[in-house]
Antibody
Framework: QVQLVESGGGVVQPGESLRLSCAAS????????MHWVRQAPGKGLEWVAV????????YYAASVEGRFTVSRDNSQSTVYLQMNSLRPEDTALYYC???????????????WGRGTTVTVSS | QSVLIQAPSVSATPGQRVTISCSGS????????VYWYQQLRGMAPKLLIY???ERPSGVPDRFSGSKSGTSASLAISGLRSEDEADYYC???????????FGGGTKVTVL
C-alpha cells in the first residue's frame, strides 16, 4: 500500500540546521509532486513546501523562503527538506504528503506520512 | 489568521447532522478544488473529500462535500462518536504557489 515515512527530526538550537527525509513506497514516486506540511503543537496545518514530480517546480511558504530547501531523489523514492537557520517558531510536527494526481502539482494532498518532530530550543 | 476561515468548533449529539463551512476567496476556493481532511487526536490527517465533493474509497457516505463560489462545506450526517476530530479544509492558493488550509474545526460528539 501507499506509504510515506518521515525521519530526521530532533532537538536543535536556534540557528542550527536539520535535514528531514521522507521515504515513499507503494506507488510510482517519480510521477507525483510532494509536499511538506507542518503542525505546531496544538495548532493547525501549515503548508511549507512543494516539489513537482520532475523537480522543475519548487514553491515555499513565505515563512521558510530562503531558509528551507526541498529536493528529491526519484531513484531512491525519497523527498528531503533541508532546514537552515532554524527558529523556535519552526518547532512542529513535519508531515510529508503526496499530491493526489500524478504529474500535476496544484491539486490537493491525498496521502500523509505520520510525521517527524522538530524542536528548536535553546 | 488562516487564509481559509472555519468556525473553531461545533458540537452535536449522535445521529445529528453537522455542517462545517470554509470561506475563502477567488484566488483559492473560487478557482481551485477544495479538499477536506479529518485529524483524529494524535494522528496524521486523513483525506475525507477531494475535488470539492468526491469521496475516496473507504470513506463513509455520511461525509459529503459541496462548493459554491468562494465557500465550501463539509456535511456529516448520522454523527457518530468516532467522528469526534479536527476537520480542515484546503485549497490551492494561486498567489502563493501552494495550498492554504483552514484553521480547523473541532467536532465534539456530546
Amino acid at each position: 500500500q501507499v506509504q510515506l515515512v518521515e525521519s530526521g527530526g530532533g532537538v536543535v538550537q536556534p540557528g542550527e540546521s536539520l535535514r528531514l527525509s521522507c521515504a515513499a513506497s507503494g506507488f510510482t514516486f517519480d510521477s507525483y509532486a510532494m509536499h511538506w506540511v507542518r503542525q505546531a503543537p496544538g495548532k493547525g496545518l501549515e503548508w511549507v513546501a512543494v516539489i513537482s514530480y520532475d523537480v522543475t517546480i519548487k514553491y515555499y511558504a513565505a515563512s521558510v523562503e530562503g531558509r528551507f530547501t526541498v529536493s528529491r531523489d526519484n531513484s531512491q523514492s525519497t523527498v528531503y527538506l533541508q532546514m537552515n537557520s532554524l527558529r523556535p517558531e519552526d518547532t512542529a510536527l513535519y508531515y510529508c504528503a503526496r499530491v493526489e494526481q500524478p504529474v500535476v502539482t496544484y491539486y490537493g494532498i491525498d496521502v500523509w506520512g505520520r510525521g517527524t518532530t522538530v524542536t528548536v530550543s535553546s | 489568521q488562516s487564509v481559509l476561515i472555519q468556525a473553531p468548533s461545533v458540537s452535536a449529539t449522535p445521529g445529528q447532522r453537522v455542517t462545517i463551512s470554509c470561506s475563502g476567496s477567488n484566488s483559492n476556493i473560487g478557482s481551485n478544488y477544495v479538499y477536506w481532511y479529518q485529524q483524529l487526536r494524535g494522528m496524521a490527517p486523513k483525506l475525507l473529500i477531494y475535488r470539492d465533493s468526491e469521496r475516496p474509497s473507504g470513506v463513509p457516505d455520511r461525509f459529503s462535500g459541496s462548493k459554491s463560489g468562494t465557500s465550501a462545506s463539509l456535511a456529516i450526517s448520522g454523527l457518530r462518536s468516532e467522528d469526534e476530530a479536527d476537520y480542515y479544509c484546503a485549497a490551492w492558493e494561486d498567489s502563493l504557489g501552494g495550498p492554504v488550509f483552514g484553521g480547523g474545526t473541532k467536532v465534539t460528539v456530546l
